[in-house]
C-alpha cells in the first residue's frame, strides 16, 4: 500500500510540474482525457487561438473541460473532497488568467478587452492567490463582481475570436452564482468549445440540486408563512378599504335626510332650493 501511494505521490509531484494547469480529481473518469494519461499527450501550455484546439494541447484541454463540465466525480482527498467541479473551475480560472490576463508573465497575447474597464475587475477574482491550487472551489468567488460580468463579456465579443474565452467566465460566474455541493455539477447550456453563447441554467431549474433546495430553499416554509401573512394583510386592507367606503355612503345618506328634514337650510348656503351638493356637504357637514 505504501509504496504505491508514494509512486503515486511522485507521479502527481510530477504530473503538475509537467502538466501545469490542467487538473482533475484523482481516479476521475475524465483523467485519460486530461493528459494524466501515461499513454497521452502532456499539456504543457494553455492554447488560446480558436483555430488551436483540433489537436495537441488544445485538443486535450478541450475534452478534459468537456469531460469535468458534465461530470459529478467526487473523492476523498488529503484535504477533504476533490470533485471534477473543482478542477473544471480551475482549468478554466487558469485559461481565462492566461488568456485574457497574460498570466504568470504578462506575455503579448493578453486580451485588449483587459485594458480599460471592461474585463479589468474581475482579474483578481481569476488570478485569485496567484493560481495557488489548494484554494476551495469557491473562494474565488468573494472577488467575483457578477456585474462587471456582462461587461467583459461584451467586450470579448467585439471582433469574434474570444467565443470559448466568453464561456469560460460565463461558467466562472455561473459556478459563482450556483456554488454546487460536491457531486452536483454547474449547470449550464451550449457547448463551451463553440460558439454557442453559453449561459448559466436557470437556477431553480437545475434538477441535480439538492432535493433540499426545493422543500425549503425555494419556497419553503418560511415562504409559505410569508405568502400567508401577505394574503391576510391583503384582505385586511380591502376590508379596510369598504369599510371606509360604506363608511362614507352611509354617512352622506344620512347627511342627504338630514337635509331635506331640515328644508336644505345648512347654515351659510342661502339659496334652499339648490339641489343638495354631495361632497360639499360631506365637508360642510357635522363634521364639527
Ligand atoms: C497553499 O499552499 C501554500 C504553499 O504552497 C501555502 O503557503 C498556503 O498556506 C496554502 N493554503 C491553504 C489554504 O492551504
Ligand atoms: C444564451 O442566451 C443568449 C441571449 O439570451 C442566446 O442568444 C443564446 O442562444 C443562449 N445560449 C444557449 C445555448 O441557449
Known amino acids: 500500500?505504501?509504496?504505491?501511494?508514494?509512486?503515486?505521490?511522485?507521479?502527481?509531484?510530477?504530473?503538475?510540474?509537467l502538466v501545469g494547469a490542467l487538473r482533475v480529481a484523482n481516479g476521475s473518469p475524465c483523467s485519460s482525457k486530461c493528459g494524466n494519461d501515461l499513454f497521452s499527450t502532456e499539456v504543457e501550455n494553455i492554447v488560446c487561438d480558436e483555430g488551436g484546439f483540433s489537436s495537441g494541447d488544445g485538443l486535450v484541454f478541450k475534452s478534459c473541460v468537456t469531460c469535468e463540465s458534465r461530470s459529478s466525480y467526487v473523492t476523498e482527498s488529503a484535504t477533504g473532497?476533490?470533485?471534477?467541479?473543482?478542477w473544471l473551475v480551475y482549468n478554466l480560472r487558469y485559461a481565462a488568467a492566461s488568456c485574457l490576463y497574460g498570466y504568470p508573465d504578462g506575455?503579448?497575447?493578453?486580451?485588449?478587452?483587459?485594458?480599460?474597464?471592461?474585463c479589468e475587475p474581475l482579474k483578481q477574482a481569476v488570478i485569485h492567490e496567484n493560481m495557488a491550487a489548494n484554494v476551495s472551489t469557491y473562494d474565488y468567488c468573494a472577488a467575483w463582481q457578477p456585474l462587471q460580468l456582462p461587461k467583459c463579456?461584451?467586450?470579448?465579443?467585439?471582433?469574434?475570436?474570444?467565443?470559448?474565452?466568453?464561456?469560460?467566465?460565463?461558467?466562472?460566474?455561473a459556478a459563482c452564482e450556483q456554488q454546487p455541493l460536491a457531486g452536483k455539477v454547474v449547470g449550464i447550456e451550449g457547448?463551451?468549445?463553440?460558439?454557442?453563447i453559453v449561459n448559466g441554467t436557470d437556477?431553480?431549474?437545475?434538477?441535480?440540486?439538492?432535493?433540499?433546495?426545493?422543500?425549503?430553499?425555494?419556497?419553503?416554509?418560511?415562504?409559505?408563512?410569508?405568502?400567508?401573512?401577505?394574503?391576510?394583510a391583503f384582505l385586511l386592507i380591502v376590508a379596510g378599504f369598504l369599510i371606509v367606503c360604506i363608511g362614507k355612503r352611509k354617512r352622506r345618506s344620512y347627511l342627504r335626510q338630514l337635509e331635506s328634514r331640515n328644508g336644505g337650510g345648512f347654515g351659510?348656503?342661502?339659496?334652499?332650493?339648490?339641489?343638495?351638493?354631495g361632497p360639499t356637504l360631506t365637508k360642510a357637514g357635522p363634521a364639527t
Do not use: W
Request: hydrophobic share 40%; glycine share 12%; net charge neutral.
Open 107 to 118: 506575455h503579448a497575447e493578453s486580451n485588449p478587452c483587459l485594458i480599460g474597464p471592461s
Open 153 to 173: 463579456l461584451s467586450c470579448l465579443s467585439i471582433g469574434g475570436g474570444n467565443h470559448f474565452l466568453r464561456n469560460y467566465l460565463t461558467v466562472l460566474g
Open 191 to 196: 457547448d463551451i468549445f463553440s460558439t454557442d
Open 81 to 86: 473532497k476533490e470533485t471534477d467541479v473543482q
Open 203 to 232: 437556477i431553480t431549474a437545475i434538477p441535480t440540486l439538492s432535493p433540499d433546495y426545493f422543500k425549503e430553499g425555494s419556497f419553503g416554509l418560511g415562504a409559505k408563512v410569508g405568502v400567508a401573512f401577505g394574503s391576510l
Open 268 to 277: 351659510g348656503f342661502g339659496n334652499a332650493s339648490s339641489p343638495p351638493a
Open 1 to 17: 500500500m505504501r509504496p504505491a501511494k508514494a509512486a503515486a505521490f511522485a507521479a502527481l509531484t510530477l504530473q503538475t510540474s
